[in-house]
């Protein structure tokens, strides 16, 4: 059945049933018993919904848009759409997941997640790190670069091992304060004993040499910081304790046979202060040879000179020229060695052999002690 355009009186067809017809072209579509609900053809590729005598919805090439903003919903709470696929960013002012209020999130504002206290966990990942931030919700602890063994409230694991100054330390404090970017790096060393369990701390700065560390050995209770320390508010080199050390040493005495040798010694920073005792017992040096007590730690200084306190016997300097002599000892620059030297009313010289060689089983005892710079 074909209809034919006319003019005039319209012609009712009321209720006609079409099928099959093919195309039919209108400006709008409207209920026969609602006339505020109709679909418009309002434009080139244009749409729009009317309901209540108001336009709802229009579609247009490439969108769907509401008349009025935040005026119509999409679904209910009594009845939802299924499934929601998108490419591309979602708008919202907020979304609600299951009971869930997420109120927009503002990069610029304070941010809470886990308000409720759940034991649940929250994990960012980097690059190739897929534990790059983690917090273990249930333990209340957090994980830098690991979520397993964090058995403390922060731990930070890299999987790397420090074995240089020239390596990349795992972690570090880091001041932006200027360009050169101040940081403080640390790392820690473990192993199967305690001697290798450390923890390494240094200061570095952008073009800056920083070879100086401070190592703690917690097991150990000890602390090592190689380039020295400074004490007060003092900062120059001549303010910084650089050495402290205790040891023993062996003493000569001038070549002669001694039944005891023995010596200890303590430096802290450029000063020693050693201690020594030497016993003879026979082949004595020749008379003339100048008595001393050799092979100290460390050589004096170059500008060094200095005496100490000796107990030496027995010994006839009583009669050397002048009377009332007595033995003490002395230390030169450049030297290992302490020479005796004889102190009376008239002279001062080294003491000799042959002013010790009174006692008819050749037995000499020397004991002393000497404090000098190297």
Do not use: C
């Amino acid at each position: 059945m074909a209809f034919t355009k006319v003019t005039g009186t319209l012609v009712d067809i009321g209720d006609l049933d079409l099928t099959n017809v093919g195309q039919i072209q209108l400006d709008s579509i409207a209920g026969d018993a609602d006339a505020n609900t109709s679909i418009t053809f309002s434009g080139s590729d244009v749409i729009t919904i009317a309901t209540g005598g108001e336009t709802q919805v229009t579609f247009n090439n490439g969108s769907i848009l509401p008349t009025t903003d935040n005026d119509v919903d999409l679904g209910s709470s009594s009845l939802e759409f299924k499934d929601g696929y998108f490419d591309g960013t979602l708008y919202a002012d907020a979304i609600d997941l299951n009971g869930t209020n997420l109120t927009a999130f503002d990069t610029d504002a304070a941010q809470v997640f886990n308000e409720s206290g759940a034991a649940v966990d929250f994990r960012i990942e980097g690059d190739t790190e897929e534990n790059l931030f983690f917090v273990d919700g249930s333990e209340d602890k957090i994980g830098i670069g690991t979520a397993v063994n964090i058995d403390r409230t922060l731990t930070i694991s890299t999987g790397l091992a420090k074995t240089s100054t020239t390596t990349a330390y795992p972690f570090a404090i880091q001041s932006n304060e200027s360009s050169a970017n101040g940081r403080l790096s640390v790392h820690y060393t473990g192993g199967s004993d305690a001697a290798s369990r450390k923890v390494f701390f240094q200061m570095e700065e952008e073009g800056v040499a920083n070879a100086g560390q401070i190592h703690l050995n917690p097991h150990g209770g000890t602390v090592h910081a190689p380039n020295g320390l400074i004490f007060g508010t003092e900062t120059t080199a001549a303010h910084t304790l650089d050495d402290y050390e205790e040891g023993t040493f062996t003493p000569t005495f001038s070549g002669a046979t001694l039944s005891t040798a023995t010596g200890s010694y303590t430096k802290i920073g450029n000063q020693v202060t050693a201690h020594f005792h030497v016993v003879t017992t026979g082949g004595l040096p020749s008379s003339g040879g100048q008595v001393q007590v050799g092979a100290l730690p460390f050589t004096s200084g170059s500008n060094f000179i200095g005496a100490g306190s000796i107990y030496v016997g027995p010994s006839n300097v009583s009669s050397a020229t002048g009377g009332g002599g007595q033995i003490s000892i002395i230390m030169e620059g450049s030297a290992t060695v302490v020479r005796f030297v004889n102190v009376d009313t008239g002279t001062l010289g080294y003491t000799l052999w042959g002013e010790l060689e009174v006692s008819s089983n050749n037995v000499v005892t020397a004991i002393g002690s000497i404090t000098y710079q190297v």
